[in-house]
């Protein structure tokens, strides 16, 4: 069965350092997509970042970018110059195979920045 | 951008009442679903719709069901709330087939069941 492990409840990181939040999964199938997502305490869920399986390069967006390591089955979420705003959960998911996009999701990580 | 918007924020129901949370979103995805977040446990999915009057079964669909009569609106139903049932309840659309298609999330629904 396809799952996803967030091994890390809460993180706290400096104002301006970077971060890494880890995200492992599970997945028997070949062909599979990752996704990061932000929920600030406001409650809504922001898209953050995309990786497909089959993609060669590490994904990047602004001051996000994905660490994958497809032997490690790993997506590590790497935030760069932290800011203030950037205190939220954060969700790890990944598209279930069948399609219609399902999302199976982590348990999440709550990240604090501190000024 | 797109839009998906929940009825309610914040909700609190007595234990047998019949719950209607609703859910609406604004660019013709076809594909909508109903997830549940709770501490701990991340978000799992209730149920899901990739066309109207078509649903399927989520995780987590005891307890639930959904009505979707129309593209744009995606009904979440609890027959009798259990204070089990207290919970975050987000709703999400997407379109169908690419596999890179995020899901757009409404702001959630705190459901109190007392």
């Known amino acids: 069965a396809q799952k996803i492990t967030q091994t890390q409840p809460g993180m706290f990181v400096q104002e301006k350092e970077a971060v890494t939040l880890d995200c492992t999964y599970d997945?028997?199938?070949?062909?599979?997509?990752l996704f990061w997502y932000k929920q600030p305490s406001s409650g809504e869920m922001i898209f953050l970042i995309y990786q497909g399986s089959y993609d060669q390069q590490n994904a990047t967006e602004g001051r996000y970018s994905l660490n994958f390591q497809k032997a490690r089955k790993s997506a590590n979420l790497v935030i760069s110059a932290s800011q203030l705003g950037d205190s939220a959960m954060y969700f790890c998911a990944m598209r279930e195979t069948g399609g219609y996009n399902k999302l199976i999701f982590g348990a999440g990580t709550r990240l604090a920045v501190h000024p | 951008d797109v839009k998906v918007t929940q009825s309610s924020r914040y909700l609190v129901k007595r234990t047998g009442e019949k719950v209607f949370l609703e859910c609406v979103q604004d660019?013709?995805?076809?594909?909508m679903f109903w997830y549940r977040q709770d501490p701990g446990l991340g978000l799992r999915l209730i149920y899901f719709s990739y066309d109207v009057k078509m649903k399927e079964k989520g995780d987590i669909p005891e307890g639930y069901s959904v009505s979707r009569e129309k593209k744009e609106r995606f009904s979440l139903i609890l027959e009798s709330a259990s204070t089990n049932q207290t919970s975050m309840y987000l709703c999400?659309?997407?379109?169908?087939?690419?596999?890179?298609?995020?899901?757009?999330f409404g702001s959630g629904t705190q459901l109190s069941v007392l």
């Open positions: 997945t028997s199938d070949p062909s599979y997509g």
């Open positions: 660019m013709d995805h076809e594909n």
């Open positions: 999400a659309s997407s379109l169908y087939g690419q596999s890179n298609e995020k899901l757009f």
